[in-house]
């Protein structure tokens, strides 16, 4: 072994490698007084104390609590400058669509970002996962958007490319050019799809640049009939749909998610119970996302009555310059138990191993089992309930990468 976590209080994680829906959520494994083994970057021993165990390297973690590295299953992690200039506007009361359809919100963003150069998105970027490590991160998702051409489209999409293989957090991308309708094609909405469809995917497709396409289903964004068919045209080129569904309003989002066989359906706050029923029976997995309902002050998604009906639910902090500027899992798992009333272990599945499923991951992430890649997070504290209990406070003591002690409390 190249590395034993000995002396660990409490190891808690989800276990399996898909994605956990109704009782199941709750169902997490709990070892007292345990040991981890890592050899390779992966997990050779998960379990209690055995002093037969050696490797070159012990890492006491002094009776804390370890758990899988936190899974961020939605971001748009790489995009130019920022939009503090938009809080006056909201504390004016100016909603998020109002300022997206005068030309701001994701167009100012859109601006931005067709001026930024690689280099400086790939600089920005790495601080970002540096930050999103500290709180205990280990793998995430990151989507395009905020190019909306094909040149600043791929542009975002290599610099995911280029972060995920410098550093240590694993990026998983998706292309997400039906984010808004550029400026270019104000008139001319059929136009942009077109191209969109036409040009944009084949060449995500044929540069192996994405795994996933997503799109914005909203109202003034894009209809659930638009949405159908960009997500359709991206399935031909093997891109697995996800979609941005009712979030501020109910038009249908998660009913189209779970017809189009999408892997995952994001934001939900207004989804029907219809969509909801459609969700389960089709496995498709509710990314939830709590910090934007508390950025926007909007209501929280019925996670509990997810749960209940059967859909897997993820929770994810929706990392964005607009209606979530917080790379905090932490604040996340916070808002899961005491917004959506998730019980410690059902945040913890949310946060892990289903967060991994949404990103097509459950089978090397999301747990810590035998086989599974060694990302690992020590915590300040004693027990699970600790960590959902206090907020505001960065409770990471140690991060362990595939094997790697990335960040060490001591
Ligand atoms: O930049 O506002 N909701 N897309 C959909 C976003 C938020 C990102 C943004
Ligand atoms: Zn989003």
């Keep these: 072994m190249d590395l034993l976590l000995k002396n660990i209080g409490i190891l808690a994680t989800p276990t399996g490698a898909v994605a956990k829906s109704g009782a199941e959520q709750r169902e997490i494994s709990l070892t007292y007084d345990a040991m981890v083994g890592i050899k390779d970057g992966k997990i050779v021993y998960a379990g209690s104390a055995d002093d037969s165990l050696n490797a070159s390297a012990v890492f006491d973690c002094g009776g804390k609590l370890v758990t899988p590295g936190l899974v961020d299953a939605h971001t748009h992690l790489v995009f130019g400058g920022w939009r503090q200039k938009e809080l006056g506007l909201k504390l004016e009361g100016v909603s998020y669509l109002d ?19 690689e280099a400086e998105l790939v600089e920005k970027g790495k601080a970002l996962l540096q930050e999103m490590l500290l709180f205990g991160v280990t793998t995430c998702e990151a989507k395009s958007g905020y190019g909306l051409n094909t040149e600043t489209e791929l542009k975002q999409l290599r610099v995911a490319n280029t972060l995920d293989e410098t550093q240590p957090v694993d990026i998983i ?72 569904a009712d979030e501020i309003d ?44 508390f950025y926007l002050d909007k209501p929280f998604a019925r996670a509990r009555e997810m749960i209940n009906a059967g859909v897997p639910v993820a929770v994810a902090t929706d990392f964005n310059p607009g209606s979530s500027p917080s790379l905090n899992m932490q604040f996340v798992l916070n808002l899961a138990c005491l917004k959506y009333k998730l019980t410690p272990a059902e945040a913890l599945t949310a946060a892990t191993l289903n967060g991994a499923a949404a990103i097509e991951r459950a089978d090397v992430c999301g747990s810590v089992e035998v086989g599974k890649q060694a990302d690992l997070v020590v915590w300040k504290a004693n027990d699970l309930e600790y960590i959902f209990y206090r907020y505001g406070s960065n409770l990471v003591d140690s991060v362990i990468k595939s094997g790697e002690m990335v960040i060490s409390g001591k």
């Design 99 to 117: 300022i997206l359809r005068a030309g701001g919100g994701i167009l100012s963003t859109v601006e931005h970002t067709r001026m930024t150069t």
């Design 173 to 244: 991308s998706t292309f997400m050019g039906a984010h808004a309708f550029p400026k270019e094609y104000n008139d001319n909405r059929a136009g942009y799809i077109d191209y969109l469809i036409n040009e944009m995917l084949p060449i995500v497709a044929k540069e192996e640049l994405a795994e996933f396409c997503d799109i914005f289903c909203e109202t003034a964004v894009f209809t659930p009939d638009e949405s159908r068919r960009i997500l359709l045209e991206a399935k031909k080129f093997g891109l697995r749909p996800k979609i941005h």
């Design 250 to 293: 109910p038009i249908g989002g998660a009913e189209m998610a779970a017809e189009v066989g999408a892997i995952s359906a994001e934001h939900l706050i207004q989804a029907s119970n219809d969509g909801i029923m459609a969700m389960a029976d089709k496995n498709v997995i509710a990314v939830l996302l709590p910090a934007t309902s």
